[in-house]
């Protein structure tokens, strides 16, 4: 069997019968070798090791005192976990040689405070046997003297573990299936002026996203002094779009260049129909698509009234009262058929732009929390 379901939750194949079997041979030869001459109590730390237990037993085959023991932890609102004792050793552990039988540390929590306990009570020396051993997920300081196999923080049944008392009767352990939470990327659209760069940022850090300003990245290049920025000026001090073929491959380099981000903004991005149709196959290359088209809708006066007091505040090149009016103009030829062809794909979102910033972004933000969860 290579999937298992139990409940709500899908797992994989791990670690094969075999390989469990192996591991607990090597841990059964060390422990042999360790305990050789001397008269040790082996202690079973019970449910999940129950599996373990029996077949360690199996390869150990000799004299030896094997008792139970049960605990369980609990872990409330403070960082620190309660350790209850459900089934606590019975005989005396003074002078002796105790070796704890576990399935899998992760925390160390139980097994630290367990060790702990049992030196007080005077044991002459205490050793832990694991079969599994998570050093990721670690919090205490810890080290088991056997291990049967180091695994990575994934959540794992079978051999005597379980999820819900479910999946412990099997001979191979599986590890579960999670799906990664597919990436929220956004288009923000609208005229120059809507307010598009302000709302980004502020998206970006509510929602963890990564922000692609395509001016943002031009207006760079020329401050560098780049070829890309001299060529690229010429175009935006008219108010003309840069050609797509440079910029698609300037957007193509921003994706790339991003580790992993939970999502991206596309600020200024697309602004003709063969850059959404780029952008559509960039992101179907990677594995994801788009997940909203946010269009703020100023009216004209509104839109002349902000570039012009950027151009005072900011210094922008391109807000001028001349420049304004061809990229205005670039906007309606251009790039506003691209609300159809979004309104088409079922992601437009149409965004009343005009008013407070904080009422704009609250109303991004209830679209967005809804394209999240659908
Ligand atoms: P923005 O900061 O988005 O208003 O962009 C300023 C200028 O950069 C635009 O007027 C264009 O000249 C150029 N530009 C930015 N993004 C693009 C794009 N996606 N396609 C073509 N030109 C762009």
């Avoid at 305990?35 to 390869?59: S, T």
């Avoid at 030896?64 to 004792?85: K, M, V």
């Avoid at 007080?120 to 832990?128: E, I, K, M, N, Y």
Wanted: proline content about 5%.
């Amino acid at each position: 069997m290579d999937k298992i379901r139990l409940k709500d939750k899908d797992f994989e194949l791990f670690i094969p019968q075999k390989d469990i079997q192996a591991a607990i041979a090597r841990v059964a030869e060390e422990i042999k070798r360790d305990i050789e001459g001397k008269n040790p109590l082996l202690v079973g730390i019970l449910n999940g090791a129950f599996m373990f237990i029996a077949d360690l037993m199996h390869h150990l085959n000799g004299p030896y005192e094997l008792t139970f023991a049960r605990y369980s932890s609990y872990r409330g609102d403070h960082s620190t976990g309660r350790i209850q004792e459900i089934m606590p050793i019975r005989q005396s552990v003074e002078g002796r040689h105790i070796i704890l039988l576990e399935d899998i540390i992760d925390t160390g929590g139980t097994m630290h405070h367990v060790i702990d306990r049992l030196r007080q009570q005077g044991a002459a020396d205490v050793r832990l046997a694991t079969l599994l051993f998570k050093p990721d997920a670690l919090e205490h300081d810890l080290r088991p003297d056997y291990v049967g196999l180091t695994i990575p923080n994934d959540f794992i049944v079978g051999y005597g573990l379980d999820y819900d008392e479910l999946g412990r009767a099997y001979n191979d352990i599986y590890k579960i299936i999670t799906t990664p939470t597919p990436m929220l990327n956004i288009i923000i659209f609208g005229p120059p002026g809507s307010g598009k760069g302000t709302q980004s940022k502020w998206i970006a850090r509510e929602f963890s996203l990564a922000h692609i300003s395509t001016g943002d990245v031009l207006r760079q290049q020329i401050q560098n002094n780049t070829d890309l920025g001299r060529a690229a000026a010429q175009y935006i001090d008219r108010g003309q779009l840069v050609p797509d073929a440079l910029i698609i491959d300037i957007l193509a380099h921003a994706i790339d260049s991003m580790e992993h981000p939970r999502g991206i903004i596309f600020d200024g991005f697309p602004r003709t129909l063969p850059q959404a149709e780029a952008l559509g196959d960039l992101l179907a290359q990677r594995g994801t698509r788009l997940a909203a088209m946010l269009n703020l809708e100023v009216d004209t006066p509104e839109l002349v009234r902000r570039l012009l007091e950027r151009g005072r505040l900011e210094g922008r090149s391109d807000d001028n009262l001349e420049t304004i009016h061809s990229r205005l103009d670039v906007y309606n030829a251009q790039t506003a058929p691209l609300i159809d062809y979004y309104r088409r794909q079922g992601i437009l979102h149409p965004i009343a732009g005009a008013g407070n910033i904080e009422n704009i972004f609250q109303q991004i933000k209830q679209t967005l929390l809804t394209c999240q969860t659908s």
